[in-house]
């Protein structure tokens, strides 16, 4: 069928002209001098997907999007952009749109020039300027500050166009490190908002997105990788590396997580798994595939946790639930919930529920609940790669 002259209007902006491109990292290695910064990173990035690295400071996030840029040289491994091997592509081959924590604007030049400098520097005609910087500031909501100085803008404001000056070239792919960071929460959270909108209006715009915010990335990200030690040391939707954390490290970086040391683990027949914690038994998600006997940890939420008010009657023969008690540590007010910690054989446990008008009172001793289903079980060690 024809398409009309309004379905045409409506069609995405031409900022992203060509087809999605995805990003490839194939056994890339970085090394500043004798030491190893990036070890074998393995990650495919989607075409029109955006993918967070979170990871503690010096974990290798920056180093890793630096690599995409051509700004280091991998010692070995592949990057690729769509079909491109870009390995050995100079920086400003590569196509694509880079925004750093501070990238500081020109100063000198108006928000208009600075939007327009990558298109300059590429040889860009005085129409498509015309046409493409306006382009990009409407995209960022900033349309209206195109004469204005960088020092006349808020610091969100300048992020905005800094993001604008990153898409005015028509990248690929956009990088993005720690762009909220320099922001303070308000802002933040409404620059999220932001992006996430942009994204929705460049859909076919594939974003690597470095933080070591949680909230950021499952906020924006489709995939989020968690770096340690130059390594990825888990990869998946946000969801699910959430709900199901493969290891240790990953269920207390992305979000507080419950982990008690179990023993014993005895495989059961619907994916799930008993183990032994201090001589009681609890349940969970055998998710991992963890072997018969394995010493492994029970991963739980905080909020997927429920006391039991009152004396605790044992469970009922049948009754798939996990049960604790212990002597209350800690009770603090959070203002929206209750935040209460537990010492149970040794082991804190914290967990968290909306305020109590009777809050339990520390050294007291409660007994709280928690669904199989909630549980994931993650192995001791870390697979890495
Ligand atoms: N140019 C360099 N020369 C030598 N070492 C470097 C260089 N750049 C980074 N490093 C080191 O590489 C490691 C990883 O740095 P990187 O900047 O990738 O970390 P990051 O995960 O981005 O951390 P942050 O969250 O603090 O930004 C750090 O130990 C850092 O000191
Ligand atoms: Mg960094």
Redesign the pocket.
Known sequence: MERGPQQRASAAPSVIAHEASGIGFEGVSVA??S?T??ESLTLSVKPGEIVALI????????????AVAGF?QPSAGRITIGNRDVTRLPPYARNIGMVVQNYALFPHMRVEDNVAFGLRARGAGAEVIRERVPECLGLVGMAKYAKRYPRELSGGQQQRVAIARALAIRPQVLLL??PLSALDAQIRRSMLDELAKLHRSLPSLTVLY?T?DQTEALTLANHIGI?RD?HLVAYGDAQGLYRRPPNRFAAEFLGRANVLPAQQLEPMADGRARVRFHGQLLEGGNHHGLAAGAACFVCVRPHDLQFVPGAAEPLADGQRLNQLTGVVVSVQWLGEMHSIVLDVEGEMLRLTCSPLAQPPEPGTSLTVRFDPADVTLVPEGERHG
């Not at 990871?55 to 630096?66: V, W």
């Open positions: 500043y001098g030491q910064i990036l990871g503690p400071s010096g974990s290798g996030k920056t180093t890793a999007l630096r280091v490190d720690e470095v070591h770096m130059g």
